[in-house]
């Protein structure tokens, strides 16, 4: 895979280099293929692709790459244009990355898991269970030494292909299923979807459950026809695609156990190849992005939880589940985690930002 990105992001630099000597645009093919060859773009000396994975238009993704557009574009006196894609060009991440190493798309919303397949163990950090206890403890982390550190390691170990531009967020991801649970006990014997990451796994099982594998679009009809007994995820993200209307889907206990961090990607290459100019007016408005889509996510936690009320989920509250000993299995997995990757500074970073 790294032979591949070196291959093509050799001929995407070939273009940027052009681009700031103002010859051409590094994305130009690509935004008229994707129908964003419009007048303004025709005019611009940089047309830049951004792209999600989500549809809707509701989900705080698309809040944030509006909000990239429309700052970039008003500060850059129209020099950059934006295309955004709203799961138009893909609605697997796996699609959006490689759309990202082709040059087809210039920045994108993704998980980080998929960088444990090609050579940066590290991310999956990102995955463990109640490592971060807070929204404000999360953004403390990421916004602060320990977010610099792996924005760090992801360009060192990926040779500059990939560059974290920010870190998103997804909410907080709770259970919901077939019956209320309050402690990891009540999970024994039922089937969970969950992420396929191994740490995630590995603290399902810890309670009991049996971890199980479901593509997201099928997600609805595994719960609504008993595939599965249960699933995990945020409000917002269950209550868009309407899980909670199905049986096994009704019963929500609010774990909070993953404050979940999404990376807005570009290529480290791409951007190195941008003029200061640019490269600052980029930064202006990753940074503006960023603050909307963070405050569409917070927003959005209290109006999907009353959302999914109001249609007849039963929400268990946060204080009335055992947070205690979920945490208790989790951590083991944490130190285990650290250990096995060099990454105990790291952890231990995180658990001090709490105190």
Not at 44 to 73: C, H, R
Not at 269 to 287: M, N, R, S
Request: charged fraction near 25%.
């Amino acid at each position: 895979m790294k032979k591949k990105l070196s291959v093509v992001l050799a001929g995407i630099m070939t273009v940027v280099s052009l681009a700031g000597c103002g010859g051409g645009s590094p994305a130009a093919s690509s935004t008229t293929a994707a129908g964003g060859g419009d007048g303004a773009a025709a005019k611009a000396e940089l047309n830049l692709i951004i792209a999600s994975n989500q549809t809707s238009l509701d989900n705080p993704y698309s809040y944030g790459m509006d909000k990239f557009k429309e700052v970039l574009e008003e500060i850059s006196g129209g020099k950059i244009s934006v295309t955004v894609h709203k799961g138009t060009l893909g609605e697997n991440e796996n699609e959006l990355i490689e759309k990202l190493e082709m040059g087809a798309a210039s920045m994108v919303v993704a998980s980080p898991g998929f960088m444990t397949s090609i050579g940066v163990p590290e991310v999956d950090i990102f995955s463990l269970n109640y490592l971060f206890d807070s929204f404000d403890h999360w953004e403390k982390c990421l916004d602060g030494e320990f977010g610099d550190k792996m924005k760090a390691t992801v360009s060192e170990k990926t040779g500059n292909n990939f560059r974290i531009m920010a870190y998103w967020s997804s909410s907080v991801r709770d259970y919901y299923g077939k019956k209320e649970v309050k402690t990891p006990d009540d999970l024994k014997g039922m089937t969970i979807r969950t992420q396929s990451s191994q740490v995630q796994q590995d603290f399902w099982k810890s309670c009991g459950a049996i971890p199980t594998s479901v593509a997201w679009g099928e997600l609805y009809q595994a719960l609504q026809q008993g595939v599965v007994d249960s699933a995990e995820n945020d409000y917002t993200s269950f209550m868009l695609k309407e899980h909670h209307k199905t049986d096994n889907g009704k019963y929500i206990s609010e774990t909070h156990h993953d404050y979940t961090t999404r990376l807005l990607l570009m290529s480290g290459h791409f951007y190195d190849g941008l003029t200061d100019e640019q490269k600052a007016w980029i930064d202006e408005a990753v940074e503006a992005c960023t603050k909307e889509e963070r405050e569409v996510v917070y927003r959005m936690f209290e109006e999907s939880k009353e959302k999914v009320i109001a249609d007849g989920a039963i929400v268990t509250d946060f204080e009335d589940v055992d947070i205690d000993a979920f945490r208790a299995l989790a951590l083991p997995i944490q130190d285990k985690f650290a250990a096995d990757n060099n990454m105990t500074a790291e952890l231990e970073m995180i658990r001090a930002a709490a105190q």
